[in-house]
């Protein structure tokens, strides 16, 4: 079974837009992360006393950031869904409307 010829282009226009995105997120990512390794050396060489020593440690942040999104995710699945769940006929056994 071919393809048609219009989705054979569509298909490789998608993965040509999908590996330019790769390629641009991976030069971000790697400019980003020579940044962020001399922010964390001048943070270091230049820490606040009164810092919590968490701080001190690159990444935390990020580290954090994605634990926390997936814990609210968590808390949703677990927790908020089962309360907002309602039956499959839930509307349906609505007393129906005389007229």
């Known amino acids: 079974m071919s393809a048609a010829p219009d989705a054979i282009g569509r298909r490789q226009g998608l993965k040509m837009t999908l590996g330019g995105m790769i390629g641009l997120t991976l030069c971000m990512d790697a400019s980003l992360y020579l940044r962020a390794r001399q922010t964390a050396q001048h943070a270091a060489e230049h820490a606040a006393?009164?810092?919590?020593?968490?701080?001190?440690?690159?990444?935390?942040?990020?580290?954090?950031?994605?634990?926390?999104?997936?814990?609210?995710?968590?808390?949703?699945?677990?927790?908020?869904?089962?309360?907002?769940?309602?039956?499959?006929?839930?509307?349906?056994?609505?007393?129906?409307?005389?007229?």
């Open 49 to 99: 006393p009164h810092a919590p020593f968490w701080m001190s440690f690159p990444g935390f942040e990020l580290v954090f950031g994605v634990l926390a999104a997936f814990a609210l995710g968590l808390v949703a699945k677990l927790i908020l869904f089962p309360l907002l769940k309602r039956d499959e006929n839930y509307y349906d056994d609505a007393p129906a409307e005389e007229t």
